[in-house]
């Protein structure tokens, strides 16, 4: 199982939220570095991947806004595809 783990420490702004995935996850040359390519990858993932959030610290970095919708992309994520588990 992979693990993935997003925090202050290790997510500094989106663009660091999606390399994070992209590099961690191996994800392809046409991932979009966006909530919707993310979707769509994580969704076709094969291999199990464990993501755990610390949602309350990636607010002062990426928005309410932007955590709510990333938050509610991986529970969707997660009832589409039983290799996504939220930690």
Known sequence: MIE???N???VTGRGDLHDLFAAT???P???GRNLDALHDCLTSMSEDVRVTVA???LI????ERY??????????CAEE???IALG
């Open 8 to 10: 202050a420490s290790n």
């Open 29 to 31: 040359e046409w991932y």
């Open 67 to 76: 955590v709510r919708q990333f938050l509610r992309l991986l529970r969707d």
């Open 81 to 83: 595809n039983p290799h």
């Open 60 to 63: 002062g970095t990426l928005g």
């Open 55 to 57: 949602a309350e610290e």
């Open 4 to 6: 993935l783990q997003l």
């Open 25 to 27: 996850l191996s994800l």
